[in-house]
T-cell receptor, first 111, second 118 residues
């Protein structure tokens, strides 16, 4: 059972525009959500996170939105840059338990 | 930010041999380390969770006698793939987590190790 889902395996966005990556989850016990960025043949890099008590967290070009009632979170990147091309994983966790990852979305920024 | 290293970054071995992969947290103490495996075009699959000084907890379907994990210190965990076979070829990634409180659960990932079994 996939508790964290990223339904779009890939996304292409023009440079300078906004990239929106989506993630849905089913377990209402999750209380912390994270986004990771991954380049090929490298380990994931932490990007941004959000606690379940918030609905928005912003860090520079990256903003994560959480809609608890819809069990949905999204990552906004604006403006998108070529270096943002990577695979993005959302992850969720309950307390000190293990991370549960989505299947990833490959973002391609078109110059 | 916290740095996690892995060694080696890539390894090629013959079928039937054993391979050891090291994961080190360089600037913090990691009470918990995780080992993941990534298959092509798939998400990260958690293999096991190791806590310093205790036995690793393996996920369902992961053979603990084949994937030996040792977390002997707060900065080092090792994964040994025993009697490796071509189907074990994959990208293995470790991560480490602080043991402190604060509600944050970021894991810091190593760069990964590409294992190719001939």
């Amino acid at each position: 059972d996939q508790q964290v889902k990223q339904n779009s395996p890939s996304l292409s966005v023009q440079e300078g525009r906004i990239s929106i990556l989506n993630c849905d989850y089913t377990n209402s016990m999750f209380d912390y959500f994270l986004w990771y960025k991954k380049y090929p043949a490298e380990g994931p890099t932490f990007l941004i996170s959000i606690s379940s008590i918030k609905d928005k967290n912003e860090d520079g070009r990256f903003t994560v939105f959480l809609n608890k009632s819809a069990k949905h979170l999204s990552l906004h990147i604006v403006p998108s840059q070529p270096g943002d091309s990577a695979v993005y994983f959302c992850a969720a966790v309950f307390g000190n338990e293990k991370l549960t990852f989505g299947t990833g979305t490959r973002l391609t920024i078109i110059p | 930010g916290a740095v996690v290293s892995q060694h080696p970054s890539w390894v090629i071995c013959k079928s039937g041999t054993s391979v050891k992969i090291e994961c080190r947290s360089l600037d913090f103490q990691a009470t918990t380390m995780f080992w993941y495996r990534q298959f092509p075009k798939q998400s990260l699959m958690l293999m096991a969770t190791s806590n310093e000084g205790s036995k690793a907890t393996y996920e369902q379907g992961v053979e603990k006698d084949k994937f030996l994990i040792n977390h002997a210190s707060l900065t080092l965990s090792t994964l040994t793939v025993t009697s490796a076979h071509p189907e074990d070829s994959s990208f293995y990634i470790c991560s480490a987590r602080h043991g402190g409180t604060g509600g944050e659960n970021e894991q810091f990932f190593g760069p990964g190790t590409r294992l190719t079994v001939l």
